[in-house]
DNA sequence: GGTTGGTTGGGAAATTTTCCCGAATTAGAA
DNA sequence: TTCTAATTCGGGAAAATTTCCCAACCAACC
């Protein structure tokens, strides 16, 4: 399954940006041993690629339309355990770093990393290493430093979807509709989670909605 | 002050993602005559880098820490009228694109067009012209048949700056001491901006803050 | 079988929202 | 100049929400 027909690496590229993915697909190959075998621009597409191609390495960015970049990543360590996944994003919030991770990748580079380090980090994976960017590595020491995980760990199920749907913009009605609560149950979670959270203001929580990846925009 | 002492076209690249740069940097070299002569990763750095080099053209993304893009394009046009500014960026809302171009950039592509739209539309810039990918153009024609230019535009002043507070984050008291107004007046402005942008939730406020530039993040 | 913890909602006081209003200021047109 | 229109500022009062406390249910777990 280990696709090494190819003399170097053989790496998958997934970013839904064409410019963007052409321009690092061009740093990648300035290096001898490298070779991108294909590209894919959604998540679907990337499984297909996957499949066909087998690579050592897929390269993904996990922002795409659909969200879906977590699914992919799962979907592709559940059938091949040995084709290295790193996510090469632009976010470096830890909750999304560890979701990638738990998903199944093995490197995590950011977008405002250093050329070398994408590079660096390839080979370490190839090399059965773990990597990451010296961001990523700071904002996880830090994360690990708080007592808390995530602000959101503090917070059960029922508490997160309400604050979801909070942050895209429901109104107190249509969330206790959307799950069959009474109204007075909604406000009481509302509440609970201001207080839990520690923020003061709706605005704040949608910030930090957005921040923990719980909402987009 | 127009610098042709290159053979051909020469750029000034501003992104704060270094591959993305490095990577783009590549795609436009492989044209002949264009040439890449600096880059920045922000504001300051690209307006002396700027005043250094006289580009032809600066091909820059707004989204940048300080989101001070537009700001940069305002000293840019300032200093230099025949300087064409090309806005490469992931967004594609109505109201940025428009207050990129009325900031004075002459050409805006997104980062998710073809490669060979960003070409083009340097060309295009060169040449005195205009350009923008088709999406965008999609997006500036829907958004030119709805009634209002903006949502912005049917608020005032001083409720577009207590908006802003808002989208930040900012309690009612906090916005009141910052303004020196009384908590009645900021409730008072809170509730027509609602009703003015017809927003029904503070969460909503926040989205649109966000989607007209006012807020980030 | 008791304890813990997530979920669901009632109650009541405090606060905010909602909509009304008028006054002061400024900008612009007549 | 004078009048109108728009913006800014805030009071008042009813309606609604927030805030905080509490109780009940259910499931998991020792």
Redesign the interface.
Known sequence: MNASQTKGISILLVD?????R???R??LEHQDDFQVVAEADNAADAYRAFKAHAPDVVVMDISMPGASGLEAIRNIRARSSDTRILV?S?HCEAAQVKAAFNAGAKGYVT?????SA?IRAIRSLVHGEQAMSDDIARVLALDNLSPSGSVLDQLGEREIEILRQ??????TEQIASNLNLSIKTVQNYHYLIKTKTG?????????LA??CGLAS?
């Open positions: 839904d940006h064409p410019v963007v052409q321009g690092y061009r740093v090469f632009m977008k405002g990393s250093d050329p994408l909070l942050a895209a913009g429901a109104t923020m003061r203001t709706d605005a704040q929580l949608v910030r957005v921040e925009l």
